[in-house]
């Protein structure tokens, strides 16, 4: 079955540097999600992606945050200047146009020290 | 507006002990999805299932049995004969077709003793 991918699996980051988790959504999905889940908690709506531009975005998501898809495969997600409330487990997702099925990545695990 | 309610929180059962875990579920969508993921200590999510608001008949994977009710808005999941492995939080999800966003429970986190 296709899959989502998303690297790195890990990373570990000094507070104020910038960072970029990257996902490979499906090929045929024209949707595309960001999801954080911090240690312990729900799994919480960030930012959906559609036709290049963002189409609902949550309160997590300031202006720390942005989403693009350089290059038609790749989806990413960049936080400029972290923090470390933003340590947590960031998922990508997508699905296709004619299904509400979410198809998640196996998450990037982002730690702030 | 959208809602997905686990009101157990932990759960602690023996080995070989059948366990359900409860997921009650808000939307005013007539499409609409219903999942479980497992998260285990590792942090990944593992999907379970996913079910469309058409279909009610319940499911059976080995272990694993879903009871989808529409009439009141739930979606349960029975482990039956637990096993350590089990251990993990379970999420129960819902996506429909208006609106962009997948929307999670709390997650119900659950223990096998041995």
């Known amino acids: 079955e296709p899959e989502v991918t998303q690297t790195p699996s890990h990373q570990v980051t000094q507070m104020g540097q910038e960072v970029i988790l990257r996902c490979v959504p499906i090929?045929?999905?024209?949707?595309f999600y960001w999801y954080r889940q911090i240690l312990g908690q729900k799994v919480e709506f960030l930012v959906s992606?559609?036709?290049?531009?963002?189409?609902?975005k949550s309160e997590i998501f300031d202006d720390q945050f942005s989403v693009e898809r350089p290059d038609g495969s790749n989806f990413t997600l960049k936080i400029r200047s972290t923090k470390l409330e933003d340590s947590a487990m960031y998922f990508c997702?997508?699905?296709?146009?004619?299904?509400?099925?979410?198809?998640f990545g196996e998450g990037s695990r982002l730690t702030v020290l | 507006a959208q809602k997905v309610t686990q009101a157990q929180t932990e759960i602690s059962v023996v080995e070989k002990e059948d366990v359900t875990l409860d997921c009650v579920y808000e939307t005013r969508d007539t499409t609409y999805y219903l999942f479980w993921y497992k998260q285990p200590p590792s942090g990944e999510l593992v999907f379970l299932i996913r079910?469309?608001?058409?279909?009610?008949q319940n499911e059976i994977s080995g272990r694993y049995s879903w009871n989808f009710q529409k009439s009141t808005s739930s979606f349960n999941f029975t482990i039956t004969a637990s096993q350590v492995v089990d251990s993990a939080v379970y999420f129960c999800?819902?996506?429909?077709?208006?609106?962009?966003?997948?929307?999670f429970g709390t997650g119900t986190s659950l223990t096998v003793i041995p």
């Open positions: 997702a997508s699905r296709n146009r004619e299904s509400g099925e979410l198809f």
């Open positions: 090929s045929n999905h024209l949707y």
């Open positions: 992606f559609y036709n290049n531009e963002i189409s609902e």
């Open positions: 999800a819902l996506s429909a077709n208006t609106g962009n966003q997948f929307y």
């Open positions: 079910r469309n608001s058409f279909d009610e």
